[in-house]
């Protein structure tokens, strides 16, 4: 399907691996111009000759640790006048409010909850000025589904859903869309690393990880593929009517959730 995106400008955070690496292949291939940012420049860098190679466009990279007000600050300022906004950079640990101690809890924060918080402030703005874009939160269905195991990704999560609900509901006065994309457990090397260990707590047997998923309704994680394809559609003029929502993207796991 053509999105009818080609030539936007797209800033995408913690654009290196997983659902960010996939959500800039998928708009670079709709011809979109893209800012990428993320911690590792050698990813980065692999990941931007890729798209460069494959779909002739425009790929600027900015490795930044977006747990910096500084970083975030100065990565707004460069991108300010970007299109579409894909808030994505995010490493919440699992545990339960014992597990995470006070400084954990605010270190990954500072990156998911107020890292979204601040780019948004630097970059809606512009967009106001414009009449025109498009922010997509790739938040999680944590913020959805509690769990006593994930605390500070569930309470995080949930912060940014209504941060979503709040400021997409006024946007659209100014022709903005503000939405978000709530996905389940989705397939990368952190979500196999999590199989895994689970695995070796259940069964002692690290090799039997993907048995892990029969719990999930659907039998199976998502694809990092699933979920950027939603997030380009959610970004593009083809859902020019949909702001202040959430899509979940979960397997039917919060819907499971609602029969227990």
């Given at each position: ?48 000759a ?12 900015y ?29 919440i ?6 597990d995470v ?13 107020f ?22 939160n ?84 998502g ?9 380009a ?23 499971a959730?609602?029969?227990?």
């Amino acid at each position: 399907m053509d999105l009818q995106l080609k030539g936007r400008s797209v800033l995408i955070t913690g654009a290196s691996r997983g659902i960010g690496r996939a959500i800039a292949q998928v708009m670079g291939a709709e011809g979109c111009n893209l800012h990428l940012a993320a911690r590792s420049e050698e990813l980065l860098s692999e990941v931007a000759a890729q798209i460069r190679s494959a779909h002739g466009v425009d790929v600027k990279i900015y490795p930044k640790d977006l747990s910096r007000q500084s970083e975030v600050e100065a990565l707004g300022q460069a991108c300010q006048d970007v299109d579409i906004l894909i808030n994505n950079a995010g490493d919440i640990p699992t545990g339960t409010l014992w597990d995470v101690d006070a400084a954990t809890w605010r270190r990954s924060w500072e990156l998911k909850v107020f890292g979204y918080i601040d780019l948004t402030r630097i970059i809606l703005p512009r967009m106001y000025e414009r009449k025109r874009g498009s922010i997509v939160n790739v938040i999680g269905v944590a913020a959805e589904v509690p769990n006593p195991n994930y605390i500070a990704g569930c309470v995080g999560n949930a912060a940014l859903n209504t941060f979503t609900y709040v400021l997409g509901g006024e946007s659209v006065q100014h022709n903005v869309r503000v939405n978000a994309v709530n996905p389940g457990p989705t397939m990368s090397d952190r979500h196999k690393a999590h199989l895994i260990e689970r695995a070796r707590r259940r069964f002692g047997d690290e090799s039997r990880w993907a048995e892990m998923m029969a719990d999930y309704p659907s039998g199976r994680s998502g694809t990092v593929e699933e979920v950027a394809n939603a997030v380009a559609f959610l970004a593009s003029d083809l859902s020019s009517n949909t702001s202040g929502a959430s899509l979940r993207i979960d397997g039917g796991i919060w819907a499971a959730a609602r029969k227990r």
